[in-house]
Antibody
Framework: EVQLVQSGAEVNKPGESLEISCKGSGYNFSTYWIGWVRQMPGKGLEWMGIIYGGDSDTRYSPSFQGQVTISADKSISTAYLRWSSLKASDTAIYYC???????????????WGQGTLVTVSS | DIVMTQSPDSLAVSLGERATINCRSSQSVLYNANSKNYLAWFQQKPGQPPKLLIHWASTRESGVPDRFSGSGSGTDFTLTISSLQAEDVAVYYCQQYYSIPYSFGPGTKVDI
């Protein structure tokens, strides 16, 4: 079974760093793009960026470029989303999701993780 | 960036009746070289991740009931639920994957 399993909920203070993870299983991690989507409380979906599992080629939304870092470790089939200095406005559910087709960049998300709730509060 | 809009923001439909959701992109998402529209529809129920219903504007994902259908081309698209069931109560999002960032619409809430 193809699945993405995300790390657990986080509660952090403004200014702290944080990295959340997304582990893929049941497929060849190296041949798919995997991405991150933000959903702020009670709001819609925001596409943040994608990374190719094979070579870590990364594409960001301009809205998130420089605000977060997307990375991947193909040896353990895991993608990451990292903040160097959290803000209260980063409070949201973050979903990882995998593209539908192997190797295809222009594609949509067919497989989703369960989501990771990140709460940033002093 | 391509901006996606949806209408209506919300709608209430009786069980067994038709629900129609519209989605518009600020520029065409039709790739002429392969005649494909790079447009997807998602369903999100409370407390759950989104679920892909339709891609390429009209291709249903495996396991998606055939009461869900997608249509349209270029900049204007429609998701139709032909006979609303109780389990279809959700928020529906369109998304373009023609150019990065692969933006989502704001969502349409469907209620009974």
């Amino acid at each position: 079974e193809v699945q993405l399993v995300q790390s657990g909920a986080e509660v952090n203070k403004p200014g702290e760093s944080l990295e959340i993870s997304c582990k893929g299983s049941g497929y060849n991690f190296s041949t798919y793009w995997i991405g991150w989507v933000r959903q702020m409380p009670g709001k819609g979906l925001e596409w943040m960026g994608i990374i190719y599992g094979g070579d870590s080629d990364t594409r960001y939304s301009p809205s998130f470029q420089g605000q977060v870092t997307i990375s991947a470790d193909k040896s353990i089939s895991t993608a990451y989303l990292r903040w160097s200095s959290l803000k209260a406005s980063d409070t949201a559910i973050y979903y990882c999701a995998r593209h539908s087709l192997a190797t295809v960049t222009a594609d949509t998300f067919a497989i989703w993780g369960q989501g990771t709730l990140v709460t940033v509060s002093s | 960036d391509i901006v996606m809009t949806q209408s209506p923001d919300s709608l209430a439909v009786s069980l067994g009746e038709r629900a129609t959701i519209n989605c518009r992109s600020s520029q065409s998402v039709l790739y002429n070289a392969n005649s494909k529209n790079y447009l997807a529809w998602f369903q999100q129920k409370p407390g759950q991740p989104p679920k892909l219903l339709i891609h390429w504007a009209s291709t249903r994902e495996s396991g998606v009931p055939d009461r869900f259908s997608g249509s349209g081309s270029g900049t204007d698209f429609t998701l139709t639920i032909s006979s609303l069931q109780a389990e279809d109560v959700a928020v529906y999002y369109c998304q373009q994957y023609y150019s990065i960032p692969y933006s989502f619409g704001p969502g349409t809430k469907v209620d009974i």
